[in-house]
């Protein structure tokens, strides 16, 4: 009996050990996410527990703003920003602290292969049916430097000024909706699932469906996957596996959508009865970039530069991800 039980505790002692070894050699990386769409893949890795098999625990930092998710980058608060880091923002975070991030992903919607990125929403009732009959009204935006450059340009390829012809405010994601219902603003230029939850609650619509993809670059491509150089020189062989689970996750996400619907309650503002309305982001990994990819990216940033935004030419090629980066 005495055998027995000293066996038994020894049992415990060697796997209390194997548990505490294990959770050791978990690599703890912080990752700063958005509540959108095309953050997609990174709700089907949490789900499948694809960081945790790849060793890896994730602190995962949830913010409303895209500049909070870039600036906790360039801080070393980050090691990386999962799909749906504002493109434009890293480009030109990358210009004034060059070296800082890889672009591993891109994330967005086109006219093309159907698949919805943005929206021009307004209410039901309302009469605007294009950003030419935004004159002398109201437009909201997602807080930040990209979606206010973006919706100036465009804009402007309407004919309008957006200095005189329109006021254009800066709103938190989950308040589109309910500021476009209230009359707040005339109208707001939104990302995915805004534009489904506007439907499914039947109190505002699309004006326009891919307005961005329509005036900057079909495909668009309003989001990126990007680790920041930090992360990638101190810890290559992690950066690599975190590249590895995404692609394999965006792959998931992308062939069988339908099958994740129920997680984007999760970590979205769509409800559990409204996911059937829920637009499928572009979804692109870093081993399918195509050069017709980085082209439609280099055409979001061309538009800074012709806003003044970013004060010289910045070729996207050079913070785009390589083979090379991670050896």
Not at 18 to 29: D, G, R, T, Y
Request: charged share 20%; proline share 5%.
């Amino acid at each position: 009996m005495k055998k027995f039980v000293l066996a038994s505790i020894v049992g415990t002692l060697l796997l209390n050990s194997s548990l505490a070894l294990a959770q050791e050699k978990m690599e703890k990386v912080t990752a700063s996410w958005l509540p959108i769409m095309q953050t997609m893949a990174y709700y089907v890795a949490l789900e499948e527990k694809l960081f945790e098999k790849a060793g890896i625990e994730i602190n995962s930092v949830k913010f409303q703003n895209p500049n909070q998710i870039i600036d906790s980058l360039v801080s070393g608060q980050a090691d990386f920003g999962p799909p749906g880091a504002a493109a434009g923002i890293t480009a030109l975070a990358e210009s004034r602290y060059p070296g800082t991030f890889k672009v591993f992903g891109l994330q967005g919607g086109g006219i093309k292969v159907g698949m919805i990125n943005d929206g021009l929403i307004v209410s039901n009732a309302s009469t605007i049916s294009s950003f030419k009959d935004l004159k002398g009204k109201s437009i909201g935006t997602l807080p930040g430097i990209q979606w206010k450059t973006i919706t100036r340009y465009i804009l402007r390829q309407n004919g309008l000024d957006p200095d005189k012809d329109v006021r254009i405010n800066e709103i938190a994601v989950p308040m589109h909706i309910p500021s476009v219902v209230a009359g707040t603003v005339d109208a707001t230029l939104s990302l995915e699932p805004v534009g489904s939850i506007a439907i499914a609650s039947k109190e505002a619509r699309r004006a326009m469906t891919n307005p961005v993809a329509t005036f900057i670059a079909d495909p668009f491509y309003s989001g990126v996957s990007v680790l920041s150089t930090k992360f990638m020189k101190e810890r290559p062989e992690v950066a690599k596996k975190v590249v590895a689970v995404l692609d394999q996750a965006t792959k998931m996400a992308n062939e069988n959508f339908d099958k994740y619907r129920p997680i984007i309650a999760k970590y979205t503002a769509i409800q559990p009865d409204q996911v059937q309305y829920v637009a499928q982001p572009y979804l692109r990994a870093n081993k399918d970039l195509t050069a017709n990819d980085v082209k439609s990216y280099q055409a979001l940033v061309n538009v800074f530069e012709k806003e003044g935004v970013l004060k010289e030419h910045m070729d996207i090629q050079k913070i785009m991800l390589k083979p090379t980066d991670l050896k």
